[in-house]
Protein backbone atom coordinates (compact mmCIF):
# COMPACT_ATOMS: atom_id res chain seq x y z
CA UNK A 1 0.00 0.00 0.00
CA UNK A 2 1.40 3.12 -0.75
CA UNK A 3 1.45 6.45 1.25
CA UNK A 4 -1.24 8.40 -0.67
CA UNK A 5 -3.53 5.20 -0.01
CA UNK A 6 -3.54 5.96 3.49
CA UNK A 7 -4.37 9.68 3.35
CA UNK A 8 -7.79 11.10 5.11
CA UNK A 9 -9.39 14.05 5.97
CA UNK A 10 -8.53 16.72 4.36
CA UNK A 11 -5.26 15.79 2.85
CA UNK A 12 -7.62 12.78 0.76
CA UNK A 13 -10.47 15.71 -0.32
CA UNK A 14 -7.20 17.87 -1.54
CA UNK A 15 -5.89 14.52 -3.28
CA UNK A 16 -9.54 13.44 -4.41
CA UNK A 17 -10.32 17.47 -5.87
CA UNK A 18 -6.61 17.56 -7.45
CA UNK A 19 -7.21 13.76 -9.38
CA UNK A 20 -10.36 14.73 -10.69
CA UNK A 21 -8.92 18.19 -12.46
CA UNK A 22 -5.98 15.93 -13.76
CA UNK A 23 -8.69 13.00 -14.96
CA UNK A 24 -10.54 16.26 -17.07
CA UNK A 25 -7.76 17.46 -18.78
CA UNK A 26 -5.88 14.09 -19.19
CA UNK A 27 -9.32 13.11 -20.74
CA UNK A 28 -9.52 16.17 -22.90
CA UNK A 29 -6.44 14.92 -24.82
CA UNK A 30 -7.96 11.20 -25.52
CA UNK A 31 -7.05 9.73 -28.85
CA UNK A 32 -4.91 12.04 -30.15
CA UNK A 33 -1.71 12.08 -32.46
CA UNK A 34 1.20 14.60 -31.68
CA UNK A 35 0.10 16.75 -34.47
CA UNK A 36 -3.42 17.03 -33.17
CA UNK A 37 -2.12 17.88 -29.86
CA UNK A 38 0.47 20.72 -30.89
CA UNK A 39 -2.23 22.07 -33.63
CA UNK A 40 -3.71 25.73 -32.41
CA UNK A 41 -7.35 25.67 -32.88
CA UNK A 42 -8.29 29.08 -31.38
CA UNK A 43 -7.06 32.16 -31.71
CA UNK A 44 -5.08 31.42 -28.47
CA UNK A 45 -1.21 30.77 -28.83
CA UNK A 46 -2.14 27.31 -27.12
CA UNK A 47 -2.24 24.08 -27.71
CA UNK A 48 -3.51 20.97 -26.18
CA UNK A 49 -0.06 19.46 -25.32
CA UNK A 50 1.18 22.69 -24.45
CA UNK A 51 -1.15 22.85 -21.82
CA UNK A 52 -0.52 19.40 -20.26
CA UNK A 53 3.13 20.57 -20.21
CA UNK A 54 2.65 23.66 -18.65
CA UNK A 55 0.43 22.36 -16.08
CA UNK A 56 3.41 20.17 -15.44
CA UNK A 57 5.88 22.68 -15.14
CA UNK A 58 3.58 24.81 -12.95
CA UNK A 59 3.04 22.14 -10.58
CA UNK A 60 6.41 20.52 -10.26
CA UNK A 61 7.29 24.07 -9.49
CA UNK A 62 4.73 24.69 -6.82
CA UNK A 63 5.76 21.36 -5.05
CA UNK A 64 9.21 22.35 -5.01
CA UNK A 65 8.32 25.87 -3.47
CA UNK A 66 6.59 24.12 -0.32
CA UNK A 67 10.01 22.34 -0.07
CA UNK A 68 12.18 25.41 -0.93
CA UNK A 69 10.73 28.47 -0.63
CA UNK A 70 10.96 31.48 -2.96
CA UNK A 71 14.21 30.24 -5.08
CA UNK A 72 12.05 27.71 -6.24
CA UNK A 73 10.20 30.24 -8.31
CA UNK A 74 12.84 32.39 -9.64
CA UNK A 75 12.50 33.99 -12.84
CA UNK A 76 15.75 34.98 -15.55
CA UNK A 77 16.19 35.52 -19.21
CA UNK A 78 16.83 31.78 -19.38
CA UNK A 79 13.97 31.19 -17.43
CA UNK A 80 11.87 33.55 -19.66
CA UNK A 81 12.63 31.32 -22.84
CA UNK A 82 11.93 27.86 -21.10
CA UNK A 83 8.62 29.73 -19.87
CA UNK A 84 7.28 30.28 -23.15
CA UNK A 85 8.52 26.95 -24.36
CA UNK A 86 6.30 25.41 -21.42
CA UNK A 87 3.06 26.37 -23.17
CA UNK A 88 3.82 24.49 -26.67
CA UNK A 89 5.01 20.93 -28.21
CA UNK A 90 8.21 21.47 -29.24
CA UNK A 91 9.85 19.01 -32.03
CA UNK A 92 10.75 15.81 -30.42
CA UNK A 93 8.31 15.88 -28.23
CA UNK A 94 4.97 13.93 -28.14
CA UNK A 95 2.04 13.84 -26.35
CA UNK A 96 2.13 10.26 -24.38
CA UNK A 97 5.66 11.43 -23.37
CA UNK A 98 4.44 14.98 -21.71
CA UNK A 99 1.55 12.97 -20.42
CA UNK A 100 3.66 10.29 -18.92
CA UNK A 101 5.98 13.24 -17.34
CA UNK A 102 2.51 14.59 -16.04
CA UNK A 103 2.22 11.45 -14.50
CA UNK A 104 5.25 11.02 -12.48
CA UNK A 105 4.42 14.67 -11.17
CA UNK A 106 1.30 14.03 -9.79
CA UNK A 107 2.99 11.25 -7.95
CA UNK A 108 5.41 13.36 -6.50
CA UNK A 109 2.96 15.80 -5.72
CA UNK A 110 0.43 13.06 -4.07
CA UNK A 111 3.52 11.43 -2.25
CA UNK A 112 4.29 15.41 -0.78
CA UNK A 113 0.88 15.77 0.21
CA UNK A 114 0.75 12.54 2.24
CA UNK A 115 4.08 12.88 3.82
CA UNK A 116 3.84 16.85 4.04
CA UNK A 117 4.54 17.63 8.79
CA UNK A 118 2.08 20.38 8.01
CA UNK A 119 -0.03 22.25 5.79
CA UNK A 120 0.16 25.33 7.15
CA UNK A 121 3.76 25.49 6.92
CA UNK A 122 4.69 28.77 4.67
CA UNK A 123 7.17 30.24 2.66
CA UNK A 124 7.26 34.10 1.54
CA UNK A 125 6.17 34.20 -1.97
CA UNK A 126 8.82 35.67 -4.42
CA UNK A 127 8.89 39.75 -5.23
CA UNK A 128 6.88 39.76 -9.04
CA UNK A 129 4.24 41.76 -9.72
CA UNK A 130 1.84 39.26 -9.97
CA UNK A 131 2.26 38.55 -6.18
CA UNK A 132 0.86 40.44 -3.77
CA UNK A 133 4.28 42.09 -1.53
CA UNK A 134 5.59 40.74 1.44
CA UNK A 135 2.73 37.35 1.00
CA UNK A 136 3.37 34.02 2.62
CA UNK A 137 1.69 30.91 0.78
CA UNK A 138 0.97 27.97 2.98
CA UNK A 139 1.48 24.55 1.69
CA UNK A 140 -2.71 24.26 2.10
CA UNK A 141 -2.74 27.57 -0.31
CA UNK A 142 -0.43 25.96 -2.68
CA UNK A 143 -2.16 23.29 -3.31
CA UNK A 144 -5.96 24.49 -3.75
CA UNK A 145 -3.88 27.34 -6.43
CA UNK A 146 -2.89 23.89 -8.48
CA UNK A 147 -6.00 22.95 -7.75
CA UNK A 148 -7.37 26.12 -8.85
CA UNK A 149 -5.03 26.06 -12.13
CA UNK A 150 -5.59 22.69 -13.41
CA UNK A 151 -9.49 23.48 -13.49
CA UNK A 152 -8.44 26.72 -15.12
CA UNK A 153 -6.56 25.10 -17.84
CA UNK A 154 -9.06 21.52 -18.32
CA UNK A 155 -11.74 24.67 -19.71
CA UNK A 156 -8.90 25.58 -22.16
CA UNK A 157 -8.23 22.52 -23.40
CA UNK A 158 -12.00 21.73 -23.79
CA UNK A 159 -12.87 24.97 -25.98
CA UNK A 160 -9.14 23.59 -27.88
CA UNK A 161 -10.18 20.08 -28.62
CA UNK A 162 -14.06 21.15 -29.29
CA UNK A 163 -12.63 23.49 -31.82
CA UNK A 164 -10.04 20.56 -33.28
CA UNK A 165 -12.60 18.00 -34.12
CA UNK A 166 -15.98 18.94 -31.77
CA UNK A 167 -14.71 16.42 -29.07
CA UNK A 168 -16.14 17.69 -25.16
CA UNK A 169 -14.63 16.69 -22.33
CA UNK A 170 -18.02 17.04 -20.73
CA UNK A 171 -21.49 17.29 -21.94
Not at 114 to 138: C, I, K, M, N, T
Amino acid sequence: MGPTETVTGERAEVLQSLAKQRYFLRYTVRDLSDEQAAKHTTASELCLGGLIKHVTLVERQWMSFILNGAPAMSFDEASASAWTDGFRMLAGETLAGLLEQYEQTASRTDELVAVLADLDAAHPLPEAPWFERGAQWSARRVLLHVIAETAQHCGHADIIRESLDGAKSMG
